[in-house]
């Protein structure tokens, strides 16, 4: 046992997982660049003696100007001193995020992981009714069935024609607390999206809910597409709200705790219980690397008490609790998998002529095409090398170091969940390929799918805005005057401050870039290792040809104009699983582990 080299660290990591030096000195850039970027717009305020709030779209849209009307003395400088323009800039004309981009981001942005197909409408909550209401919703037929194309709510529901965002029962528990913070306003949402002909997503309603109260004030209220200028600009402050929903969600629950935070057990256990010869070390190795260096740092400046979480997103203070919510009711191993995942959100269906065994309710859904070609690879490569070593079961059972393995992550690393009866076994070789094809594709491909687009969906605030600071003004409130005379100052004031904004924005640039020593799935760089096993070797060069295969197949998808989600005018690509990339902000590229 070693003991840190400095006892002020408030967490330690173990010197072997420390950052190499281009890791490292891409991280203290990065930084650097935070602290200049935020410079301007800090002294601009001081200067001006103005408030913090966003006033216009030139607010926002100076921060990607490469014109900083600086000496020329100092234009070597400018790249510190601005922001990359995101990726979704380009195909935007104001503040406002358009329909057909909201509903695409659904399938198709940093968060592909929420959407769910509608089985029941209205829809019902899971909460206990004797302390947060009546389950049912607001939502009722004269809503939606206008938007159905003609369809019947039993017809759309029978031909999967129903998708929602449902955000109501994992904040509606907090929202009185987070209500009662400063510069803090939230609902529990629910968006309905109807599937149209073109395989695309259209929003066709929002409910937004508050928890009962004893005043006469209804606790929730339902949005319909605008008919005019009013209820457009109430329809866009809808849509912010559930892009702030959303935001919070991706962060909290299928970032931080379902790539971060639960396959960190697993990853101690390997370096406790197997010997770095061991055959299942040697394959995972390369998908711990980082992992326990990159969230030492998230507890220290990230998920910290007041740290960039808390500080930015809905939550707030609440931020880590509503993570551990999610963990303690909804959390489970057996499900994490892509196919169970799909399952799960009733975004597939069984299918046993499907390559897959699932067939996908919504075509064109390019988290999940991408996803699947990269998870049957994965599977393919770890069943080759599982059955190499282990030929039948005894091997496994037989296994002292692999079933301490397994036994720690599950009784030690994941204790407050070691009870629970979804634990998939450890008897059999197909056991252990199930179980490690989940957790390569967790700490690979889908942690790439959740964290490489965040700057680039999410760098252009207004658009995706980590939290709001105002509720929808209503007719009896007295700022509702104010909307009336000038909605687009009321739209603009409901987001982080212009400080927020850059501070927010320079902490997701930093965490969606590659450094120059990243490693890519499908490159292995310790080959010799397996020297003698010319099989195993031979299963690690075809998965790297893979790769490339799968990435020249996801560049023709891209063009294809059939794919609306994913190809058309001003319609980003959906690169975020293409499994190489450069350094940098590039919104693709998929690494090996968990390394920032």
């Given at each position: 046992m070693e003991s840190p080299e400095n006892e002020y660290k408030r967490i330690y990591v173990p010197r072997d997982e420390e950052f190499e030096e281009a890791k490292q000195g891409a991280l203290d850039v990065g930084k650097l660049k935070g602290i200049l970027r935020h410079i301007i717009p800090t002294l601009t305020i001081i200067a001006s003696r103005d408030s913090n709030v966003l006033k216009g779209y030139a607010d926002i849209n100076c921060l990607y100007s490469t014109d900083m009307s600086l000496p020329k003395i100092l234009n070597k400088v400018q790249e510190f001193l601005k922001f990359d323009p995101p990726k979704l800039i380009s195909g935007l004309k104001s503040c406002c995020l358009p329909d057909e981009e909201f509903g695409r981001q659904a399938i198709a942005g940093t968060n592909p992981m929420s959407i769910q197909r509608l089985t029941v409408f209205p829809p019902v909550s899971k909460l206990d009714t004797s302390i947060y209401g009546p389950q049912e919703s607001a939502l009722k037929e004269e809503h939606i069935i206008g938007h159905l194309n003609g369809m019947s709510i039993q017809q759309a529901l029978e031909e999967n024609k129903l998708f929602v965002l449902d955000y109501h029962d994992i904040f509606l528990p907090y929202l009185d607390q987070i209500n009662a913070l400063d510069d803090r306003r939230a609902y529990g949402t629910r968006t309905i999206f109807f599937l149209t002909s073109l395989g695309t997503l259209k929003p066709i309603s929002i409910e937004l809910?508050?928890?009962?109260?004893?005043?006469?004030?209804?606790?929730?209220?339902?949005?319909?597409?605008?008919?005019?200028?009013?209820?457009?600009?109430?329809?866009?402050?809808?849509?912010?709200?559930?892009?702030?929903?959303?935001?919070?969600?991706h962060q909290l629950i299928h970032h931080w705790l379902r790539t971060h935070a639960c396959m960190e057990p697993l990853i101690i256990a390997a370096h406790r219980q197997l010997s770095v010869m061991h055959p299942i070390y040697k394959l995972l190795n390369p998908h711990m690397r980082y992992t326990l260096k990159i969230n030492a740092l998230a507890?220290?400046?990230?998920?910290?008490?007041?740290?960039?979480?808390?500080?930015?997103?809905?939550?707030?203070?609440?931020?880590?609790?509503m993570s551990c919510a999610a963990y303690r009711d909804w959390w489970r191993f057996d499900l994490e998998g892509l196919p169970a995942d799909l399952l799960r959100r009733g975004m597939a269906v069984p299918d046993s002529t499907q390559v897959h065994g699932i067939r996908l309710v919504i075509e064109d859904y390019p988290y999940a095409t991408d996803g699947l070609l990269i998870w049957s690879a994965i599977e393919t490569l770890v069943r080759t090398y599982v059955n190499y070593y282990y030929p039948d079961a005894s091997a496994v059972n037989f296994d002292t170091e692999l079933q301490a393995w397994y036994n720690e992550s599950i009784n030690l690393g994941h204790a407050d969940l070691r009870h629970a009866s979804w634990w998939p076994k450890l008897s059999t070789p197909d056991d252990l390929t199930s179980i490690l094809t989940t957790i390569i594709w967790l700490t690979s491909a889908q942690h790439a799918a959740l964290n490489n687009g965040q700057y680039p969906y999410g760098g252009y605030v207004p658009a995706r805005s980590p939290h709001m600071r105002r509720l929808l003004p209503e007719e009896h409130d007295p700022e509702y005057a104010t909307f009336m005379q000038d909605p687009q100052k009321y739209f603009l004031s409901s987001f982080p401050s212009l400080l927020e904004a850059t501070k927010y924005m320079a902490a997701i640039d930093i965490i969606s870039a590659h450094s120059p020593d990243e490693e890519y799935i499908g490159d292995r760089k310790d080959l010799s290792t397996w020297s003698a096993d010319t099989v195993i070797i031979e299963a690690f060069c075809r998965f790297s040809m893979e790769m490339r295969r799968i990435e020249k197949e996801i560049e023709q998808r891209n063009t294809d104009s059939n794919l609306r989600n994913r190809c058309g005018a001003g319609v980003s690509p959906y690169e975020l699983l293409m499994p190489s990339s450069e350094p940098g902000v590039t919104c693709r590229g998929v690494p090996n582990s968990i390394s920032i």
């Open positions: 809910s508050f928890p009962p109260t004893n005043s006469d004030s209804p606790s929730k209220q339902v949005l319909t597409p605008p008919v005019d200028a009013t209820t457009n600009w109430l329809w866009q402050i809808g849509k912010a709200h559930v892009s702030s929903n959303d935001a919070c969600a507890r220290q400046f990230l998920i910290n008490a007041g740290g960039v979480i808390e500080s930015n997103f809905t939550a707030g203070k609440y931020c880590m609790e």
